[in-house]
DNA sequence: AGGGCACCAGAACGAGTGTTCATGTTGTCC
DNA sequence: GGACAACATGAACACTCGTTCTGGTGCCCT
């Protein structure tokens, strides 16, 4: 399984798949799609560049494959998270937001790559994965509405409320630096606080 | 002056200064620093390729000098703003968020860019641009600051509030249309209250 | 009148791009 | 043992890139 550091795909069937993958998700998230060339991607993945051509037929469908792995880990983190969870939506959101920072801290990178480099798809890869990425937001807003429903979340922009907490957990990967002064669970504790707090629910103090 | 619509450039002393730096921003934006060519900028500020090297020194130097003009109408707007609210805290930041928001409204593509783009810069004129951001979020962090210490901002965390609430706001440039649901005005009413209840201030209901 | 300067354009250069091709090598199933 | 698929490679192709070079306008200053 993919444990909490480390590569995001951890391996495939095929003998040098999650090597590409990774690699490519490295080169892609440091130079951006444009910037990184496939001759990166091969010698961070220490093969030829001919080889990449053997496992996937073009540089997007190589991306569309690495955000494909990226959007199952994240999606499965969450919702594994929120399964745990309890019943009412104060928990069941804050296990989901510290399930996404969880994520986000342990692939920085493949956030990066997901959230900045997504309009190089081709349409159809790009509106696979929007809608893959639509499905994890919908998980969050479902929460904010029954959280609404029964009163505990006293917000009213409820409808927007998820993209805006999702946007500033993904930001994280932009400025996180695992040596730095904040640990993995106080920055998830604290994102948690600042999503209950902006959705106006109770909070303890 | 820049008013509310249009163009973020709107004129310099030079011929087609402003024109090329807007269609650098455009053509960045749309299709990021490398996917856009100098011939792409060419073709969009109507003028031929190498008239672009009497302007600017290279394709870096160009997208630096955009990034500069968008930095300071920011901080202009954003300066302005705070020194027409109130001494407090709350109507400090609600001003100072709304600001924000409309400029990010305003021009979305030069938001993007500053966010998506600003890691393809020469070393030098990001570190001047990351210290113009900074000198920005520092305004947000003062703010922050002062209604922690008179109570009115009950967050355990200000110390990572100011960015929390700026991420999402940057945000905004990823998605709105200004053809969609919400207007200027109450996309700007909505984060100025985001803002507000993530730092935990008392609200008006 | 004429020198200088800001502005402009077309052609070219060398480097790097994504992709394909021809050609092995390896291991596995009948 | 021999066929076949999976995996691997270096060389090559057609193209685009940022940048430079050469040459040329028109306008201002003295």
Known sequence: MNTRSGALVADTGRRNEAAILNAAIQAFGTQGFNGASMRDVARGADTSLSNLYNYFPSKSKLLAAALRHANAELRGRILA??????????????????????????HRTATLVATNELRYLDP?????????????????????AQGSADGTFRTPYAGDAARAILSTVAAIATWYRPDGPLGRGQLAEQYARFALALLEAPLAR
Not at 85 to 105: I, M, N, T
Request: aromatic share 4%; proline share 2%.
């Open 81 to 106: 998270a929120v399964e745990l969870a309890g019943d009412d939506a104060p928990s069941r959101l804050r296990e989901a937001v510290r399930a996404h920072v969880g994520f986000v801290v342990d």
């Open 124 to 144: 159809e890869d790009r509106a696979a994965l929007v809608e893959d990425r639509d499905a994890t937001q919908a998980t969050f807003e479902q929460i904010v």
